[in-house]
């Protein structure tokens, strides 16, 4: 996989490198994230389980964009991502 070069987008207010054919949930995993989100009941850590979008652990808020399934959603350039941990009021869904 080629890099592309300076290629960023923004995770919690964070400037993260992303490689050519990233999707979000490659790049958080990549920089050492593997939940971004917590259960409404309980608190229990979510990321990545199918990898297929089937199921919802890895939602995430892209440039405003609520429940964006990060397994399947391409890393862009300058794309502003929020995970559940990092935004105000916590996860939407149990």
Known sequence: MNGVSG???????VEV?????????SVLMRSGQVSWRRTRFGG?????FCGIGACQD???RVD????????LTPAL???AVTTHAGAEGGDSDG
């Open 7 to 13: 290629a960023t987008l923004h995770v919690d207010g």
């Open 17 to 25: 490198s992303i490689l050519e054919g990233d999707t979000i949930a």
């Open 44 to 48: 229990r850590p979510r990321g990545p």
């Open 58 to 60: 890895c939602l995430v």
């Open 64 to 71: 405003g964009v609520d429940g964006v399934r990060a397994c």
């Open 77 to 79: 350039q300058g794309a």
